[in-house]
């Protein structure tokens, strides 16, 4: 179901992704050889439980499945859902990908953002690149009466001008009073379905995912860690954005410089 939000709403939207985005700053700084994905996760539960808030992901329910952590952290070839485990130790080179919820005084904000661990390679600069555009040129296109569709092209568009692909089957959503609402937005234009358009007070997670090399992806036997099916590279980026009367708002920050 879409719900839309108000400008009431909106305030507690904007605290939510103002506690995210800071929630991600702390993760940027974090991000160094031998630190594992644990301890990143668990500096971020405890920041965004000094907020007031709680985190949007841990206890959260997937069809059968409970999720148990507050964040995912992804490395590399993973694209999203990583876990954040204690064996999971950072060391440079790595593209390490954190994706945080935040719900406080009944509003969730979604931001994810992607860090480059080292001196990663040329292809692994452009990916980042290529999926920050594509986050960027995605929102440019929000206004009230845009399709869906539009974002998913504006996706594409950048990923295919790079030589990526987005991947296949992962989206963005709609959020706000619940994690995941209505509608889908597909990254890769193979997971339209039937396409509908923006109105006013939507707030959308905008997420490209990019791969670059193959499209498709595979979940690993842990049920959450979606990867891509050839080992490349992924990269992810992620909003949290209020569709305005003259367009996008973007309520989450962004991390870089
Ligand atoms: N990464 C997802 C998103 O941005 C949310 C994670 S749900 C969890 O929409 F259950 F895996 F935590
Ligand atoms: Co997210
Ligand atoms: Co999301």
Redesign the pocket.
Same mark, same amino acid.
Do not use: T
């Given at each position: 179901m879409v719900i839309l939000k108000s400008s009431t709403d909106l305030v507690g939207l904007r605290e939510a992704a103002r506690i995210a985005s800071e929630a991600l700053r702390i993760a940027k700084r974090m991000i160094a050889d031998g630190v594992s994905a644990a301890d990143i996760d668990e500096v971020l539960r405890d920041y965004i439980y000094s907020q007031g808030a709680r985190p949007?992901?841990l206890n #959260? $329910? @997937?069809e059968d499945k409970i #999720?148990r #952590?507050s964040t995912?952290i992804s490395i590399d070839n993973e694209i @999203?859902?990583g876990l954040p485990l204690k064996s999971k130790v950072l060391k440079a080179p790595m593209l390490v990908k954190v &994706?945080v919820?935040v719900y406080k005084d009944g509003y969730h904000a &979604?931001t994810?953002w992607t860090f480059a661990l080292g001196d990663v390679s040329d292809e692994a600069r452009r990916l980042m690149r290529a999926t920050k555009e594509a986050l960027y040129r995605a929102i440019d296109v929000i206004r009230p009466g845009a399709r869906i569709s539009d974002i998913t092209y504006a996706i594409d568009e950048v990923a295919r001008r790079y030589g990526f692909r987005p991947a296949e089957t992962v989206t963005?959503?709609g959020?706000g009073l619940e994690?995941?609402e209505d509608p889908i937005i597909p990254n890769n234009p193979k997971d339209l379905d039937k396409d509908g358009r923006l109105r006013r007070g939507m707030t959308l997670?905008i $997420?490209p995912m990019i791969n670059a090399g193959t499209e498709e992806v595979i979940t690993l036997p842990d049920g959450?860690t979606i990867v891509t099916a050839d080992g490349s590279l992924s990269a992810h980026y992620?909003h949290t954005v209020y569709v305005g009367k003259e367009g996008p708002e973007i309520l989450t920050e962004d991390i870089d410089g």
């Open positions: 949007s992901f #959260y $329910e @997937v #999720y #952590y995912c @999203v859902h &994706d919820g &979604d994810a963005g959503h959020v994690l995941h997670a $997420e959450w992620e």
